[in-house]
Each structure stands twice: as C-alpha cells, then as structure tokens.
C-alpha cells in the first residue's frame, strides 16, 4: 500500500513528537514512542512496526554490463543517525509494486514504513554497515511525512574512505566506497572491453583532489559515466 500524505501545517507538538496523519487519514500526534528506532528493528515481520525515516539515497542495483535489475535499493536514516538499507526485490514482488516505489520515493524526503520484513543484509553492495536490511512487501504502507516536524534527521550519511586507503577496498564488493574531494578534471567517455560480456561498456574518468592535496581517480561506468554532468560538477 502506498500512499502521499497531504501536508500539514500543524506545529511541532514539542520535543520529540511528531505531527502526522493517522494510518486513517486525519490529523494525530505521533509521539516518537510510536515509531521504532531503527536500532530496535529484529529479524521478522513486522507487521505493526512503524519506522519513521529520511531516503538519503535511492538507486536501482543493476548489472553494470548486462543490465539486469536486482532490486530497487534505498539508504534511510531515522533521527537517531542510525542508517539501514532497505530494498524491493523483483522475485518476490509484483514488478508493477515497485515501479509505483520508483514514483513515490524522493531522495531526502521523509516516509512512515510500517508493514515490512526484516532480514540479514545483503552480502554484496551495501551503503552502510548494519547487519540487518529492511525488505519491502506489497502489503508495506508508506506514507510521505511533510509537516516539517523532521528536520532533526540527517540528511545524509557517508563512510568516507581516505583516498590513500581506497586501494584496500579492491575486489572487495561488499560495501560501496565513499570518497570526497574537489573534481579538477574530467576526461571525456571512453570505452573498456569486458570479457564476461565479450563487448566494451563505456566509462568516463573524473579526478578528485582532497585537503592534503592528493589526487584519485574514480571512473564512472555505463549510464553514471554517460549522463556525468561536467557543468554541475
């Protein structure tokens, strides 16, 4: 079940309350009793759970050569810091569920989820360290919170590497590398043979400087690399 909850301009109703729609539709406080902490999630179904939480991130997990979706996977964060990566599997939901996710969910805005899994986190892939992974069903309820009462969660949450360390994560898949620098140059899109897809996938390289001066390469491959915007970068 998804649902856009209309905004409400309803006050905060203090420290550490919520203002919300009820599951029903009308106004109602939400204490933050009401809504578990991340932290607090345990494998299972969680069927009357109530998670309030910021999408920091929302990508499609792919197959950067043969173009195979894996699921739709999104980075959340509650208002104490704590992050956990949630995801829509394809095997296990109408395809159609999650195209309407696709349409619903908007990096840095805030979503109630009640009515979803909980299970040990994928082995490849991951945005954060958490050991557990909230999994989407058809019958999870999310509500878009827009009452302006959020603004205590983060809205982002990064592990950056130092650029001098990233070689310690090669051939390591399983968590995504965070970097942070200044882009001083960008080369334009070129092509990689591939041998698992017997083709070349394209790639554009763009070079990162840190405080200390130091320089990196990170190549962007497939569509990242092809819709790379230079002029906003």
């Not at 649902?3 to 109703?13: I, N």
């Not at 539709?25 to 991340?38: A, C, E, H, K, V």
């Not at 195979?68 to 980075?75: C, H, I, Q, R, V």
Request: proline residues 5%; neutral net charge.
């Amino acid at each position: 079940m998804l649902c856009k909850s209309p905004s409400l301009q309803q006050p905060s109703l203090g420290l550490g309350m919520r203002a919300s729609l009820s599951p029903h539709g009308t106004p109602g406080g939400w204490s933050q009793g009401r809504f578990t902490p991340l932290s607090r999630l345990t494998p299972g179904v969680h069927t009357w759970s109530r998670v309030l939480v910021r999408v920091s991130r929302i990508w499609v997990a792919s197959h950067p050569i043969k173009g195979t979706e894996f699921g739709l996977d999104s980075l959340l964060i509650d208002d104490e810091g704590v992050t956990m990566q949630a995801r829509a599997d394809p095997r296990y939901i109408d395809p159609r569920y999650i195209l309407r996710l696709k349409q619903l969910l908007v990096e840095g805005k805030v979503y109630a989820l009640s009515n979803f899994k909980v299970g040990q986190r994928l082995k490849w892939y991951m945005a954060c360290r958490n050991g557990l992974t909230i999994y989407m069903q058809e019958e999870t309820v999310v509500e878009e919170i827009n009452d302006g009462t959020c603004s205590s969660i983060p809205l982002h949450s990064f592990e950056f590497l130092e650029f001098g360390d990233v070689p310690s994560r090669d051939k390591d898949k399983r968590l995504f590398t965070d970097v942070i620098g200044q882009v001083v140059s960008i080369e334009d899109e070129g092509q990689a043979w591939k041998w698992d897809a017997f083709g070349n996938i394209c790639f554009r390289n763009i070079c990162l400087r840190d405080l200390r001066g130091r320089q990196r390469i990170v190549a962007l491959y497939g569509d990242l690399g092809r819709n790379f915007d230079a002029e906003q970068a």
